[in-house]
């Protein structure tokens, strides 16, 4: 069975676009000429691969489980030009990486710093992202590692999660706001407060969720939502409004005494934070060595110069 990239990469156009002749216009090919690639790739298959009609064109059951390689093997090719283009320039990598804004805030930066102390000339990408679109890439190969909690989620086959370090989550307040009592707080003694909460289907939006559900407290709908940290973080600093958040995230703000926290009765229940990867993918060196890094400074204590716990 002779597959060639080219008709792959046909296939995923005319899927995604729904049209042979949008995908034909996208890849700069004749119409023909797109219709005898993909004949000749479902000869090569021994099945018909996309249904045309009316609307367009979809993909068949055969036809959807060859996108779904077709999509792995075309990140590779990807990820191999990148890596030829950054071996010509001297420069290791890139290191792609998913995160979570905890990660990004605790975890990634002292482990960034240490890998380019090791290797100057590494090239590393990081985006912040959400659980799935993460367990995805990894699957797919657009990430290299993904850091973030772990086990709020089912597990998702082909991915090894490791566990790193934990959290708790505490209640934040500007400093000199009186809402917050010396003493741990429950969610119900908060009642009429003014919250400032994530409004995306995170895993900290659900973890908060289950805090509330923990508390006998349904969710509050007066509340002033936004998928930012640092816009939380940031209102509660100007305003009298209050939020959840992981200690970890607001340790440099509470040293610099922008905020104040206090602990929270259903908070109970230790966060973990890991790593994931892709299980059937070999790592790079850089990557195996950044893996070794997060596993050193995740458990190492914070340095009392940045902040406390």
């Not at 990004?104 to 985006?127: F, G, N, S």
């Not at 917050?180 to 919250?195: E, F, G, N």
């Amino acid at each position: 069975m002779n597959i060639e990239h080219r008709q792959l990469r046909h296939l995923l156009a005319i899927v995604r676009s729904g049209s042979f002749s949008l995908a034909a216009r996208e890849l700069r090919i004749s119409q023909p000429a797109l219709s005898a690639s993909i004949a000749q790739l479902e000869a090569n298959i021994g099945g018909k691969l996309l249904e045309r009609g009316r609307n367009g064109a979809v993909a068949t059951t055969l036809g959807a489980a060859m996108v779904r390689h077709a999509e792995i093997i075309d990140m590779q090719m990807r990820r191999a030009v990148e890596e030829a283009v950054h071996s010509r320039a001297d420069a290791q990598g890139p290191l792609n990486l998913a995160v979570t804004p905890v990660a990004a805030a605790h975890v990634l930066p002292r482990a960034i710093a240490a890998v380019k102390a090791e290797w100057p000339d590494a090239a590393i990408h990081i985006r912040e992202t959400v659980f799935a679109d993460a367990m995805q890439g990894l699957l797919q190969g657009s990430f290299d590692i993904s850091l973030g909690p772990i086990g709020v989620y089912p597990s998702w086959k082909g991915v090894i999660e490791e566990r790193l370090s934990s959290d708790t989550f505490c209640l934040i307040a500007r400093a000199g706001n009186d809402i917050l009592q010396k003493r741990s707080q429950s969610l119900r003694s908060l009642a009429d407060a003014q919250w400032v909460l994530p409004s995306d289907q995170s895993a900290y939006r659900h973890q908060l969720e289950a805090l509330f559900i923990v508390g006998g407290v349904p969710w509050p709908v007066r509340a002033v939502l936004t998928d930012s940290m640092v816009v939380i973080k940031t209102i509660v600093m100007h305003s009298d409004c209050i939020a959840i958040m992981p200690q970890q995230l607001v340790q440099l703000e509470i040293k610099a005494g922008a905020l104040q926290r206090n602990g929270l009765k259903e908070a109970g229940t230790v966060r973990a934070l890991g790593l994931a990867y892709a299980a059937d993918r070999s790592l790079t060196p850089l990557a195996q060595r950044f893996i070794d890094i997060l596993r050193q400074h995740a458990r190492a204590p914070i340095s009392n110069k940045s902040s406390r716990r």
